[in-house]
């Protein structure tokens, strides 16, 4: 089951960083880079079920800087976004998630795994997005049910029309969605009930403290509850104990990811950790 991994600790943000991309105009330039001189690299984080069966991964984005290490996405999502360069990396996550999904979906032990990625507001919003999800899935020749999208609360308030639009035309060809950060936003049941989601991912800020915080599982409850109501199956992310896990699986919580399966690793790790999870012996 989990396989601790030390080797892909982050490093964090340090003199020479700041000095190096000090300047947000420095960071873009770096970043695109980035993405020329292919330094961007996508990270596999397992999903489980209640019993401890391999569902997938969520696809999380590092940059490898040739002098400064690791950064996380954290770091270089905003200013992706707001420059615009979240729509060429956007569609590289997309491409190379896809470029995965085929070689795990022509090996019979890994057909069943599905790929979340994680969507930005710029990259959703944009014209003709559902058309491009489409064509990669297709030119890749992957079941599009392999692919989840998740997307943040914020991003789909704006104009609830063309978002219901958009996301309809995708679910219709068969693209899930899941509700990433859920409880960070300001959902209203309203419009839950009329987004096409499959999931809602409980935010890790309620994973937390659920084994001290009353609080925390009275939300984590209620969450899980709402879901099961709109039809909808629940992820929590940030599951890092056991106890955590217990009393997430005691009010019905069906899926599962955090350090506790798995931290987020380079898909040559992540290979080896599905062969070596009993559950999932006969993967690969
Ligand atoms: P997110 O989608 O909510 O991803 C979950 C974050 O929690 C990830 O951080 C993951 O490494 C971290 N995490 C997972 N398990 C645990 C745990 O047990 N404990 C703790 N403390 N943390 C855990 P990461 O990889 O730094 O990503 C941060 C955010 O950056 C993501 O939040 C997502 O919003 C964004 N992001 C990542 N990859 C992409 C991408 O390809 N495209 C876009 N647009 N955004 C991305
Ligand atoms: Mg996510
Ligand atoms: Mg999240
Ligand atoms: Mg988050």
Not at 118 to 143: K, L, Y
Request: charged share 20%.
């Amino acid at each position: 089951q989990a396989k601790k991994s030390g080797r892909n600790k982050l490093r964090f943000f340090d003199q020479r960083m700041q000095d190096t991309i000090s300047s947000r105009a420095n960071l873009e330039a770096e970043l695109r880079k980035a993405l020329a001189n292919e330094q961007l690299q996508l990270h596999y984080q397992i999903q489980v079920d209640s019993a401890h069966q391999t569902i997938g991964a969520e696809v999380l984005l590092r940059w490898i800087h040739p002098v400064n290490g690791i950064i996380s996405p954290a770091q270089f999502v905003p200013v992706a976004e707001e420059t615009g360069l979240i729509l060429p990396i956007g569609l590289w996550v997309l491409e190379t998630a896809c470029a995965q999904l085929k070689k795990w979906q022509d090996n019979p032990a890994t057909a069943q795994l599905i790929l979340a990625i994680n969507v930005s507001a710029r990259q959703f919003h944009q014209n003709g997005f559902a058309t491009e999800v489409r064509s990669v899935i297709e030119r890749h020749d992957i079941n599009p049910a392999l692919l989840k999208l998740e997307l943040t609360e914020g991003m789909l308030l704006n104009n609830l029309d063309d978002t219901i639009a958009t996301m309809r035309s995708l679910q219709e060809f068969g693209v899930q969605f899941s509700l990433d950060d859920f409880g960070t936003g300001y959902s209203s049941l309203q419009y839950l009930k009329r987004l096409p989601l499959a999931q809602l991912k409980i935010d890790q800020s309620f994973v937390r403290d659920l084994a001290t915080g009353y609080n925390d599982q009275a939300i984590v409850r209620t969450i899980i509850a709402m879901a099961h109501s709109l039809n909808l199956n629940v992820i929590a992310e940030g599951v890092e104990t056991e106890i955590q896990r217990q009393i997430l699986l005691k009010n019905q919580c069906s899926h599962f990811q955090g350090y506790l399966f798995g931290k987020p690793m380079p898909i040559e790790q992540f290979e080896s950790l599905l062969s070596s999870d009993s559950t999932a012996a006969a993967c690969i």
